[in-house]
């Protein structure tokens, strides 16, 4: 294949991205579900340019959002009114989803899982009348992401002229790094400690979008402290670019559903360029359109104001932030234990 066939291979891929997100958009739309933008990011991050990749991952998604669905809602009911126990619900919940998603080859189910999960005990804690409400609508929110994204890339492919599979898929299997016994405790420990960590500031500090802090912070854990850094790094580049482009867009929109859906589409097709991309800031490109969704989808509507814009925005950033820290301080406990050791 010359460069100029891979070349279109990947703008048709980049159609088929944004017209999933799209479609996202609008089957939340007629739902009038509380956060679309979940339905928009699912769509986003499971498009891949193998079809066969994108349906495993959907069907984890969907898989992994019922099983944390579940979980969270009972440990929301075993907890309700006693801070305590929700600590110790966040920090069981993450500390399982940190080990379970590097031991098992559904990891991406698991992390989906985990996060749904989280989502929903937080929610107990900030808001607990909406619980209920808020786990039904991020089941319609997630499925009809899967299903605009399973659609377009059926539909779509073969119309495009791509074939169903790449034939570079990725392992779902774990990658097996070289870490001790007590390296991967201590990696299990800060996968529980870090939604608690971020609960206690952001409710001490009263800072905006717990719940986007609590979901970046545990995706962007890695128990590679050097591949964490370097996702922490891509994750905060991403997160200024496609903010600062989509709260640009954001005040381009207009009420008219045509203006914005060109909007989404054309943003969502340029990130997809870089998100797509096997290059190594691809992770910059993955991060910048999901800012970028969260700045132009903002309800059942083309948005009318910023104002939620910047706060999720900067809650995403500052969820990076707390893993940066304590990556910092990981990174410096792991280099004296091995100094010690050595």
Not at 25 to 45: E, G, K, R, T
Not at 167 to 185: D, I, Q, Y
Not at 255 to 274: D, P, Q, T, Y
Not at 304 to 315: K, Q, S
Request: include cysteine; glycine fraction near 10%; charge should be positive.
């Amino acid at each position: 294949m010359t460069s100029d066939e891979v070349q279109a291979v990947d703008l048709r891929q980049s159609v088929i991205t944004a017209a999933s997100c799209w479609l996202a958009a609008m089957l939340v739309f007629f739902l009038h579900c509380d956060n679309p933008w979940w339905a928009v990011i699912s769509a986003w991050v499971i498009s891949s340019s193998d079809f066969h990749e994108t349906s495993l991952k959907a069907m984890m998604r969907v898989g992994g959002t019922l099983a944390g669905y579940f979980v969270g809602l009972t440990c929301s009911s075993l907890t309700e009114g006693n801070p305590v126990g929700q600590a110790m619900a966040l920090f069981l919940i993450g500390a399982t989803g940190m080990s379970m998603r590097y031991r098992s080859k559904f990891s991406y189910a698991w992390i989906i899982g985990s996060v749904t999960a989280l989502l929903l005990v937080v929610l107990n804690l900030t808001d607990p009348g909406s619980i209920y409400a808020t786990a039904r609508y991020r089941l319609y929110e997630i499925i009809s992401g899967v299903v605009a994204a399973w659609v377009c890339g059926r539909l779509l492919r073969p119309v495009l002229g791509l074939p169903s599979a790449s034939g570079g898929a990725k392992s779902a299997s774990p990658v097996s790094l070289s870490l001790t016994p007590v390296e991967l405790k201590m990696l299990v420990m800060v996968g529980g400690l870090v939604p608690v960590i971020t609960t206690a500031l952001w409710s001490w500090l009263s800072l905006p979008s717990l719940v986007q802090a609590i979901v970046t912070a545990f995706v962007t854990l890695d128990r590679n402290v050097a591949t964490a850094q370097i996702r922490v790094t891509q994750r905060i580049l991403g997160c200024l670019l496609g903010g600062c482009i989509g709260l640009v867009a954001a005040e381009f929109a207009t009420s008219s559903l045509l203006a914005w859906s060109v909007i989404l589409f054309g943003g969502i097709f340029l990130f997809s360029r870089l998100h797509l991309s096997k290059g190594p800031l691809s992770y910059v490109g993955t991060q910048g359109g999901v800012a970028f969704i969260l700045a132009v989808v903002t309800g059942n509507n083309p948005p009318d104001t910023i104002g939620p814009v910047v706060g999720r925005i900067a809650g995403m950033t500052g969820g990076v932030l707390v893993v940066a820290g304590v990556c910092f301080v990981l990174k410096g406990w792991l280099e004296t234990s091995r100094a010690k050791a050595g």
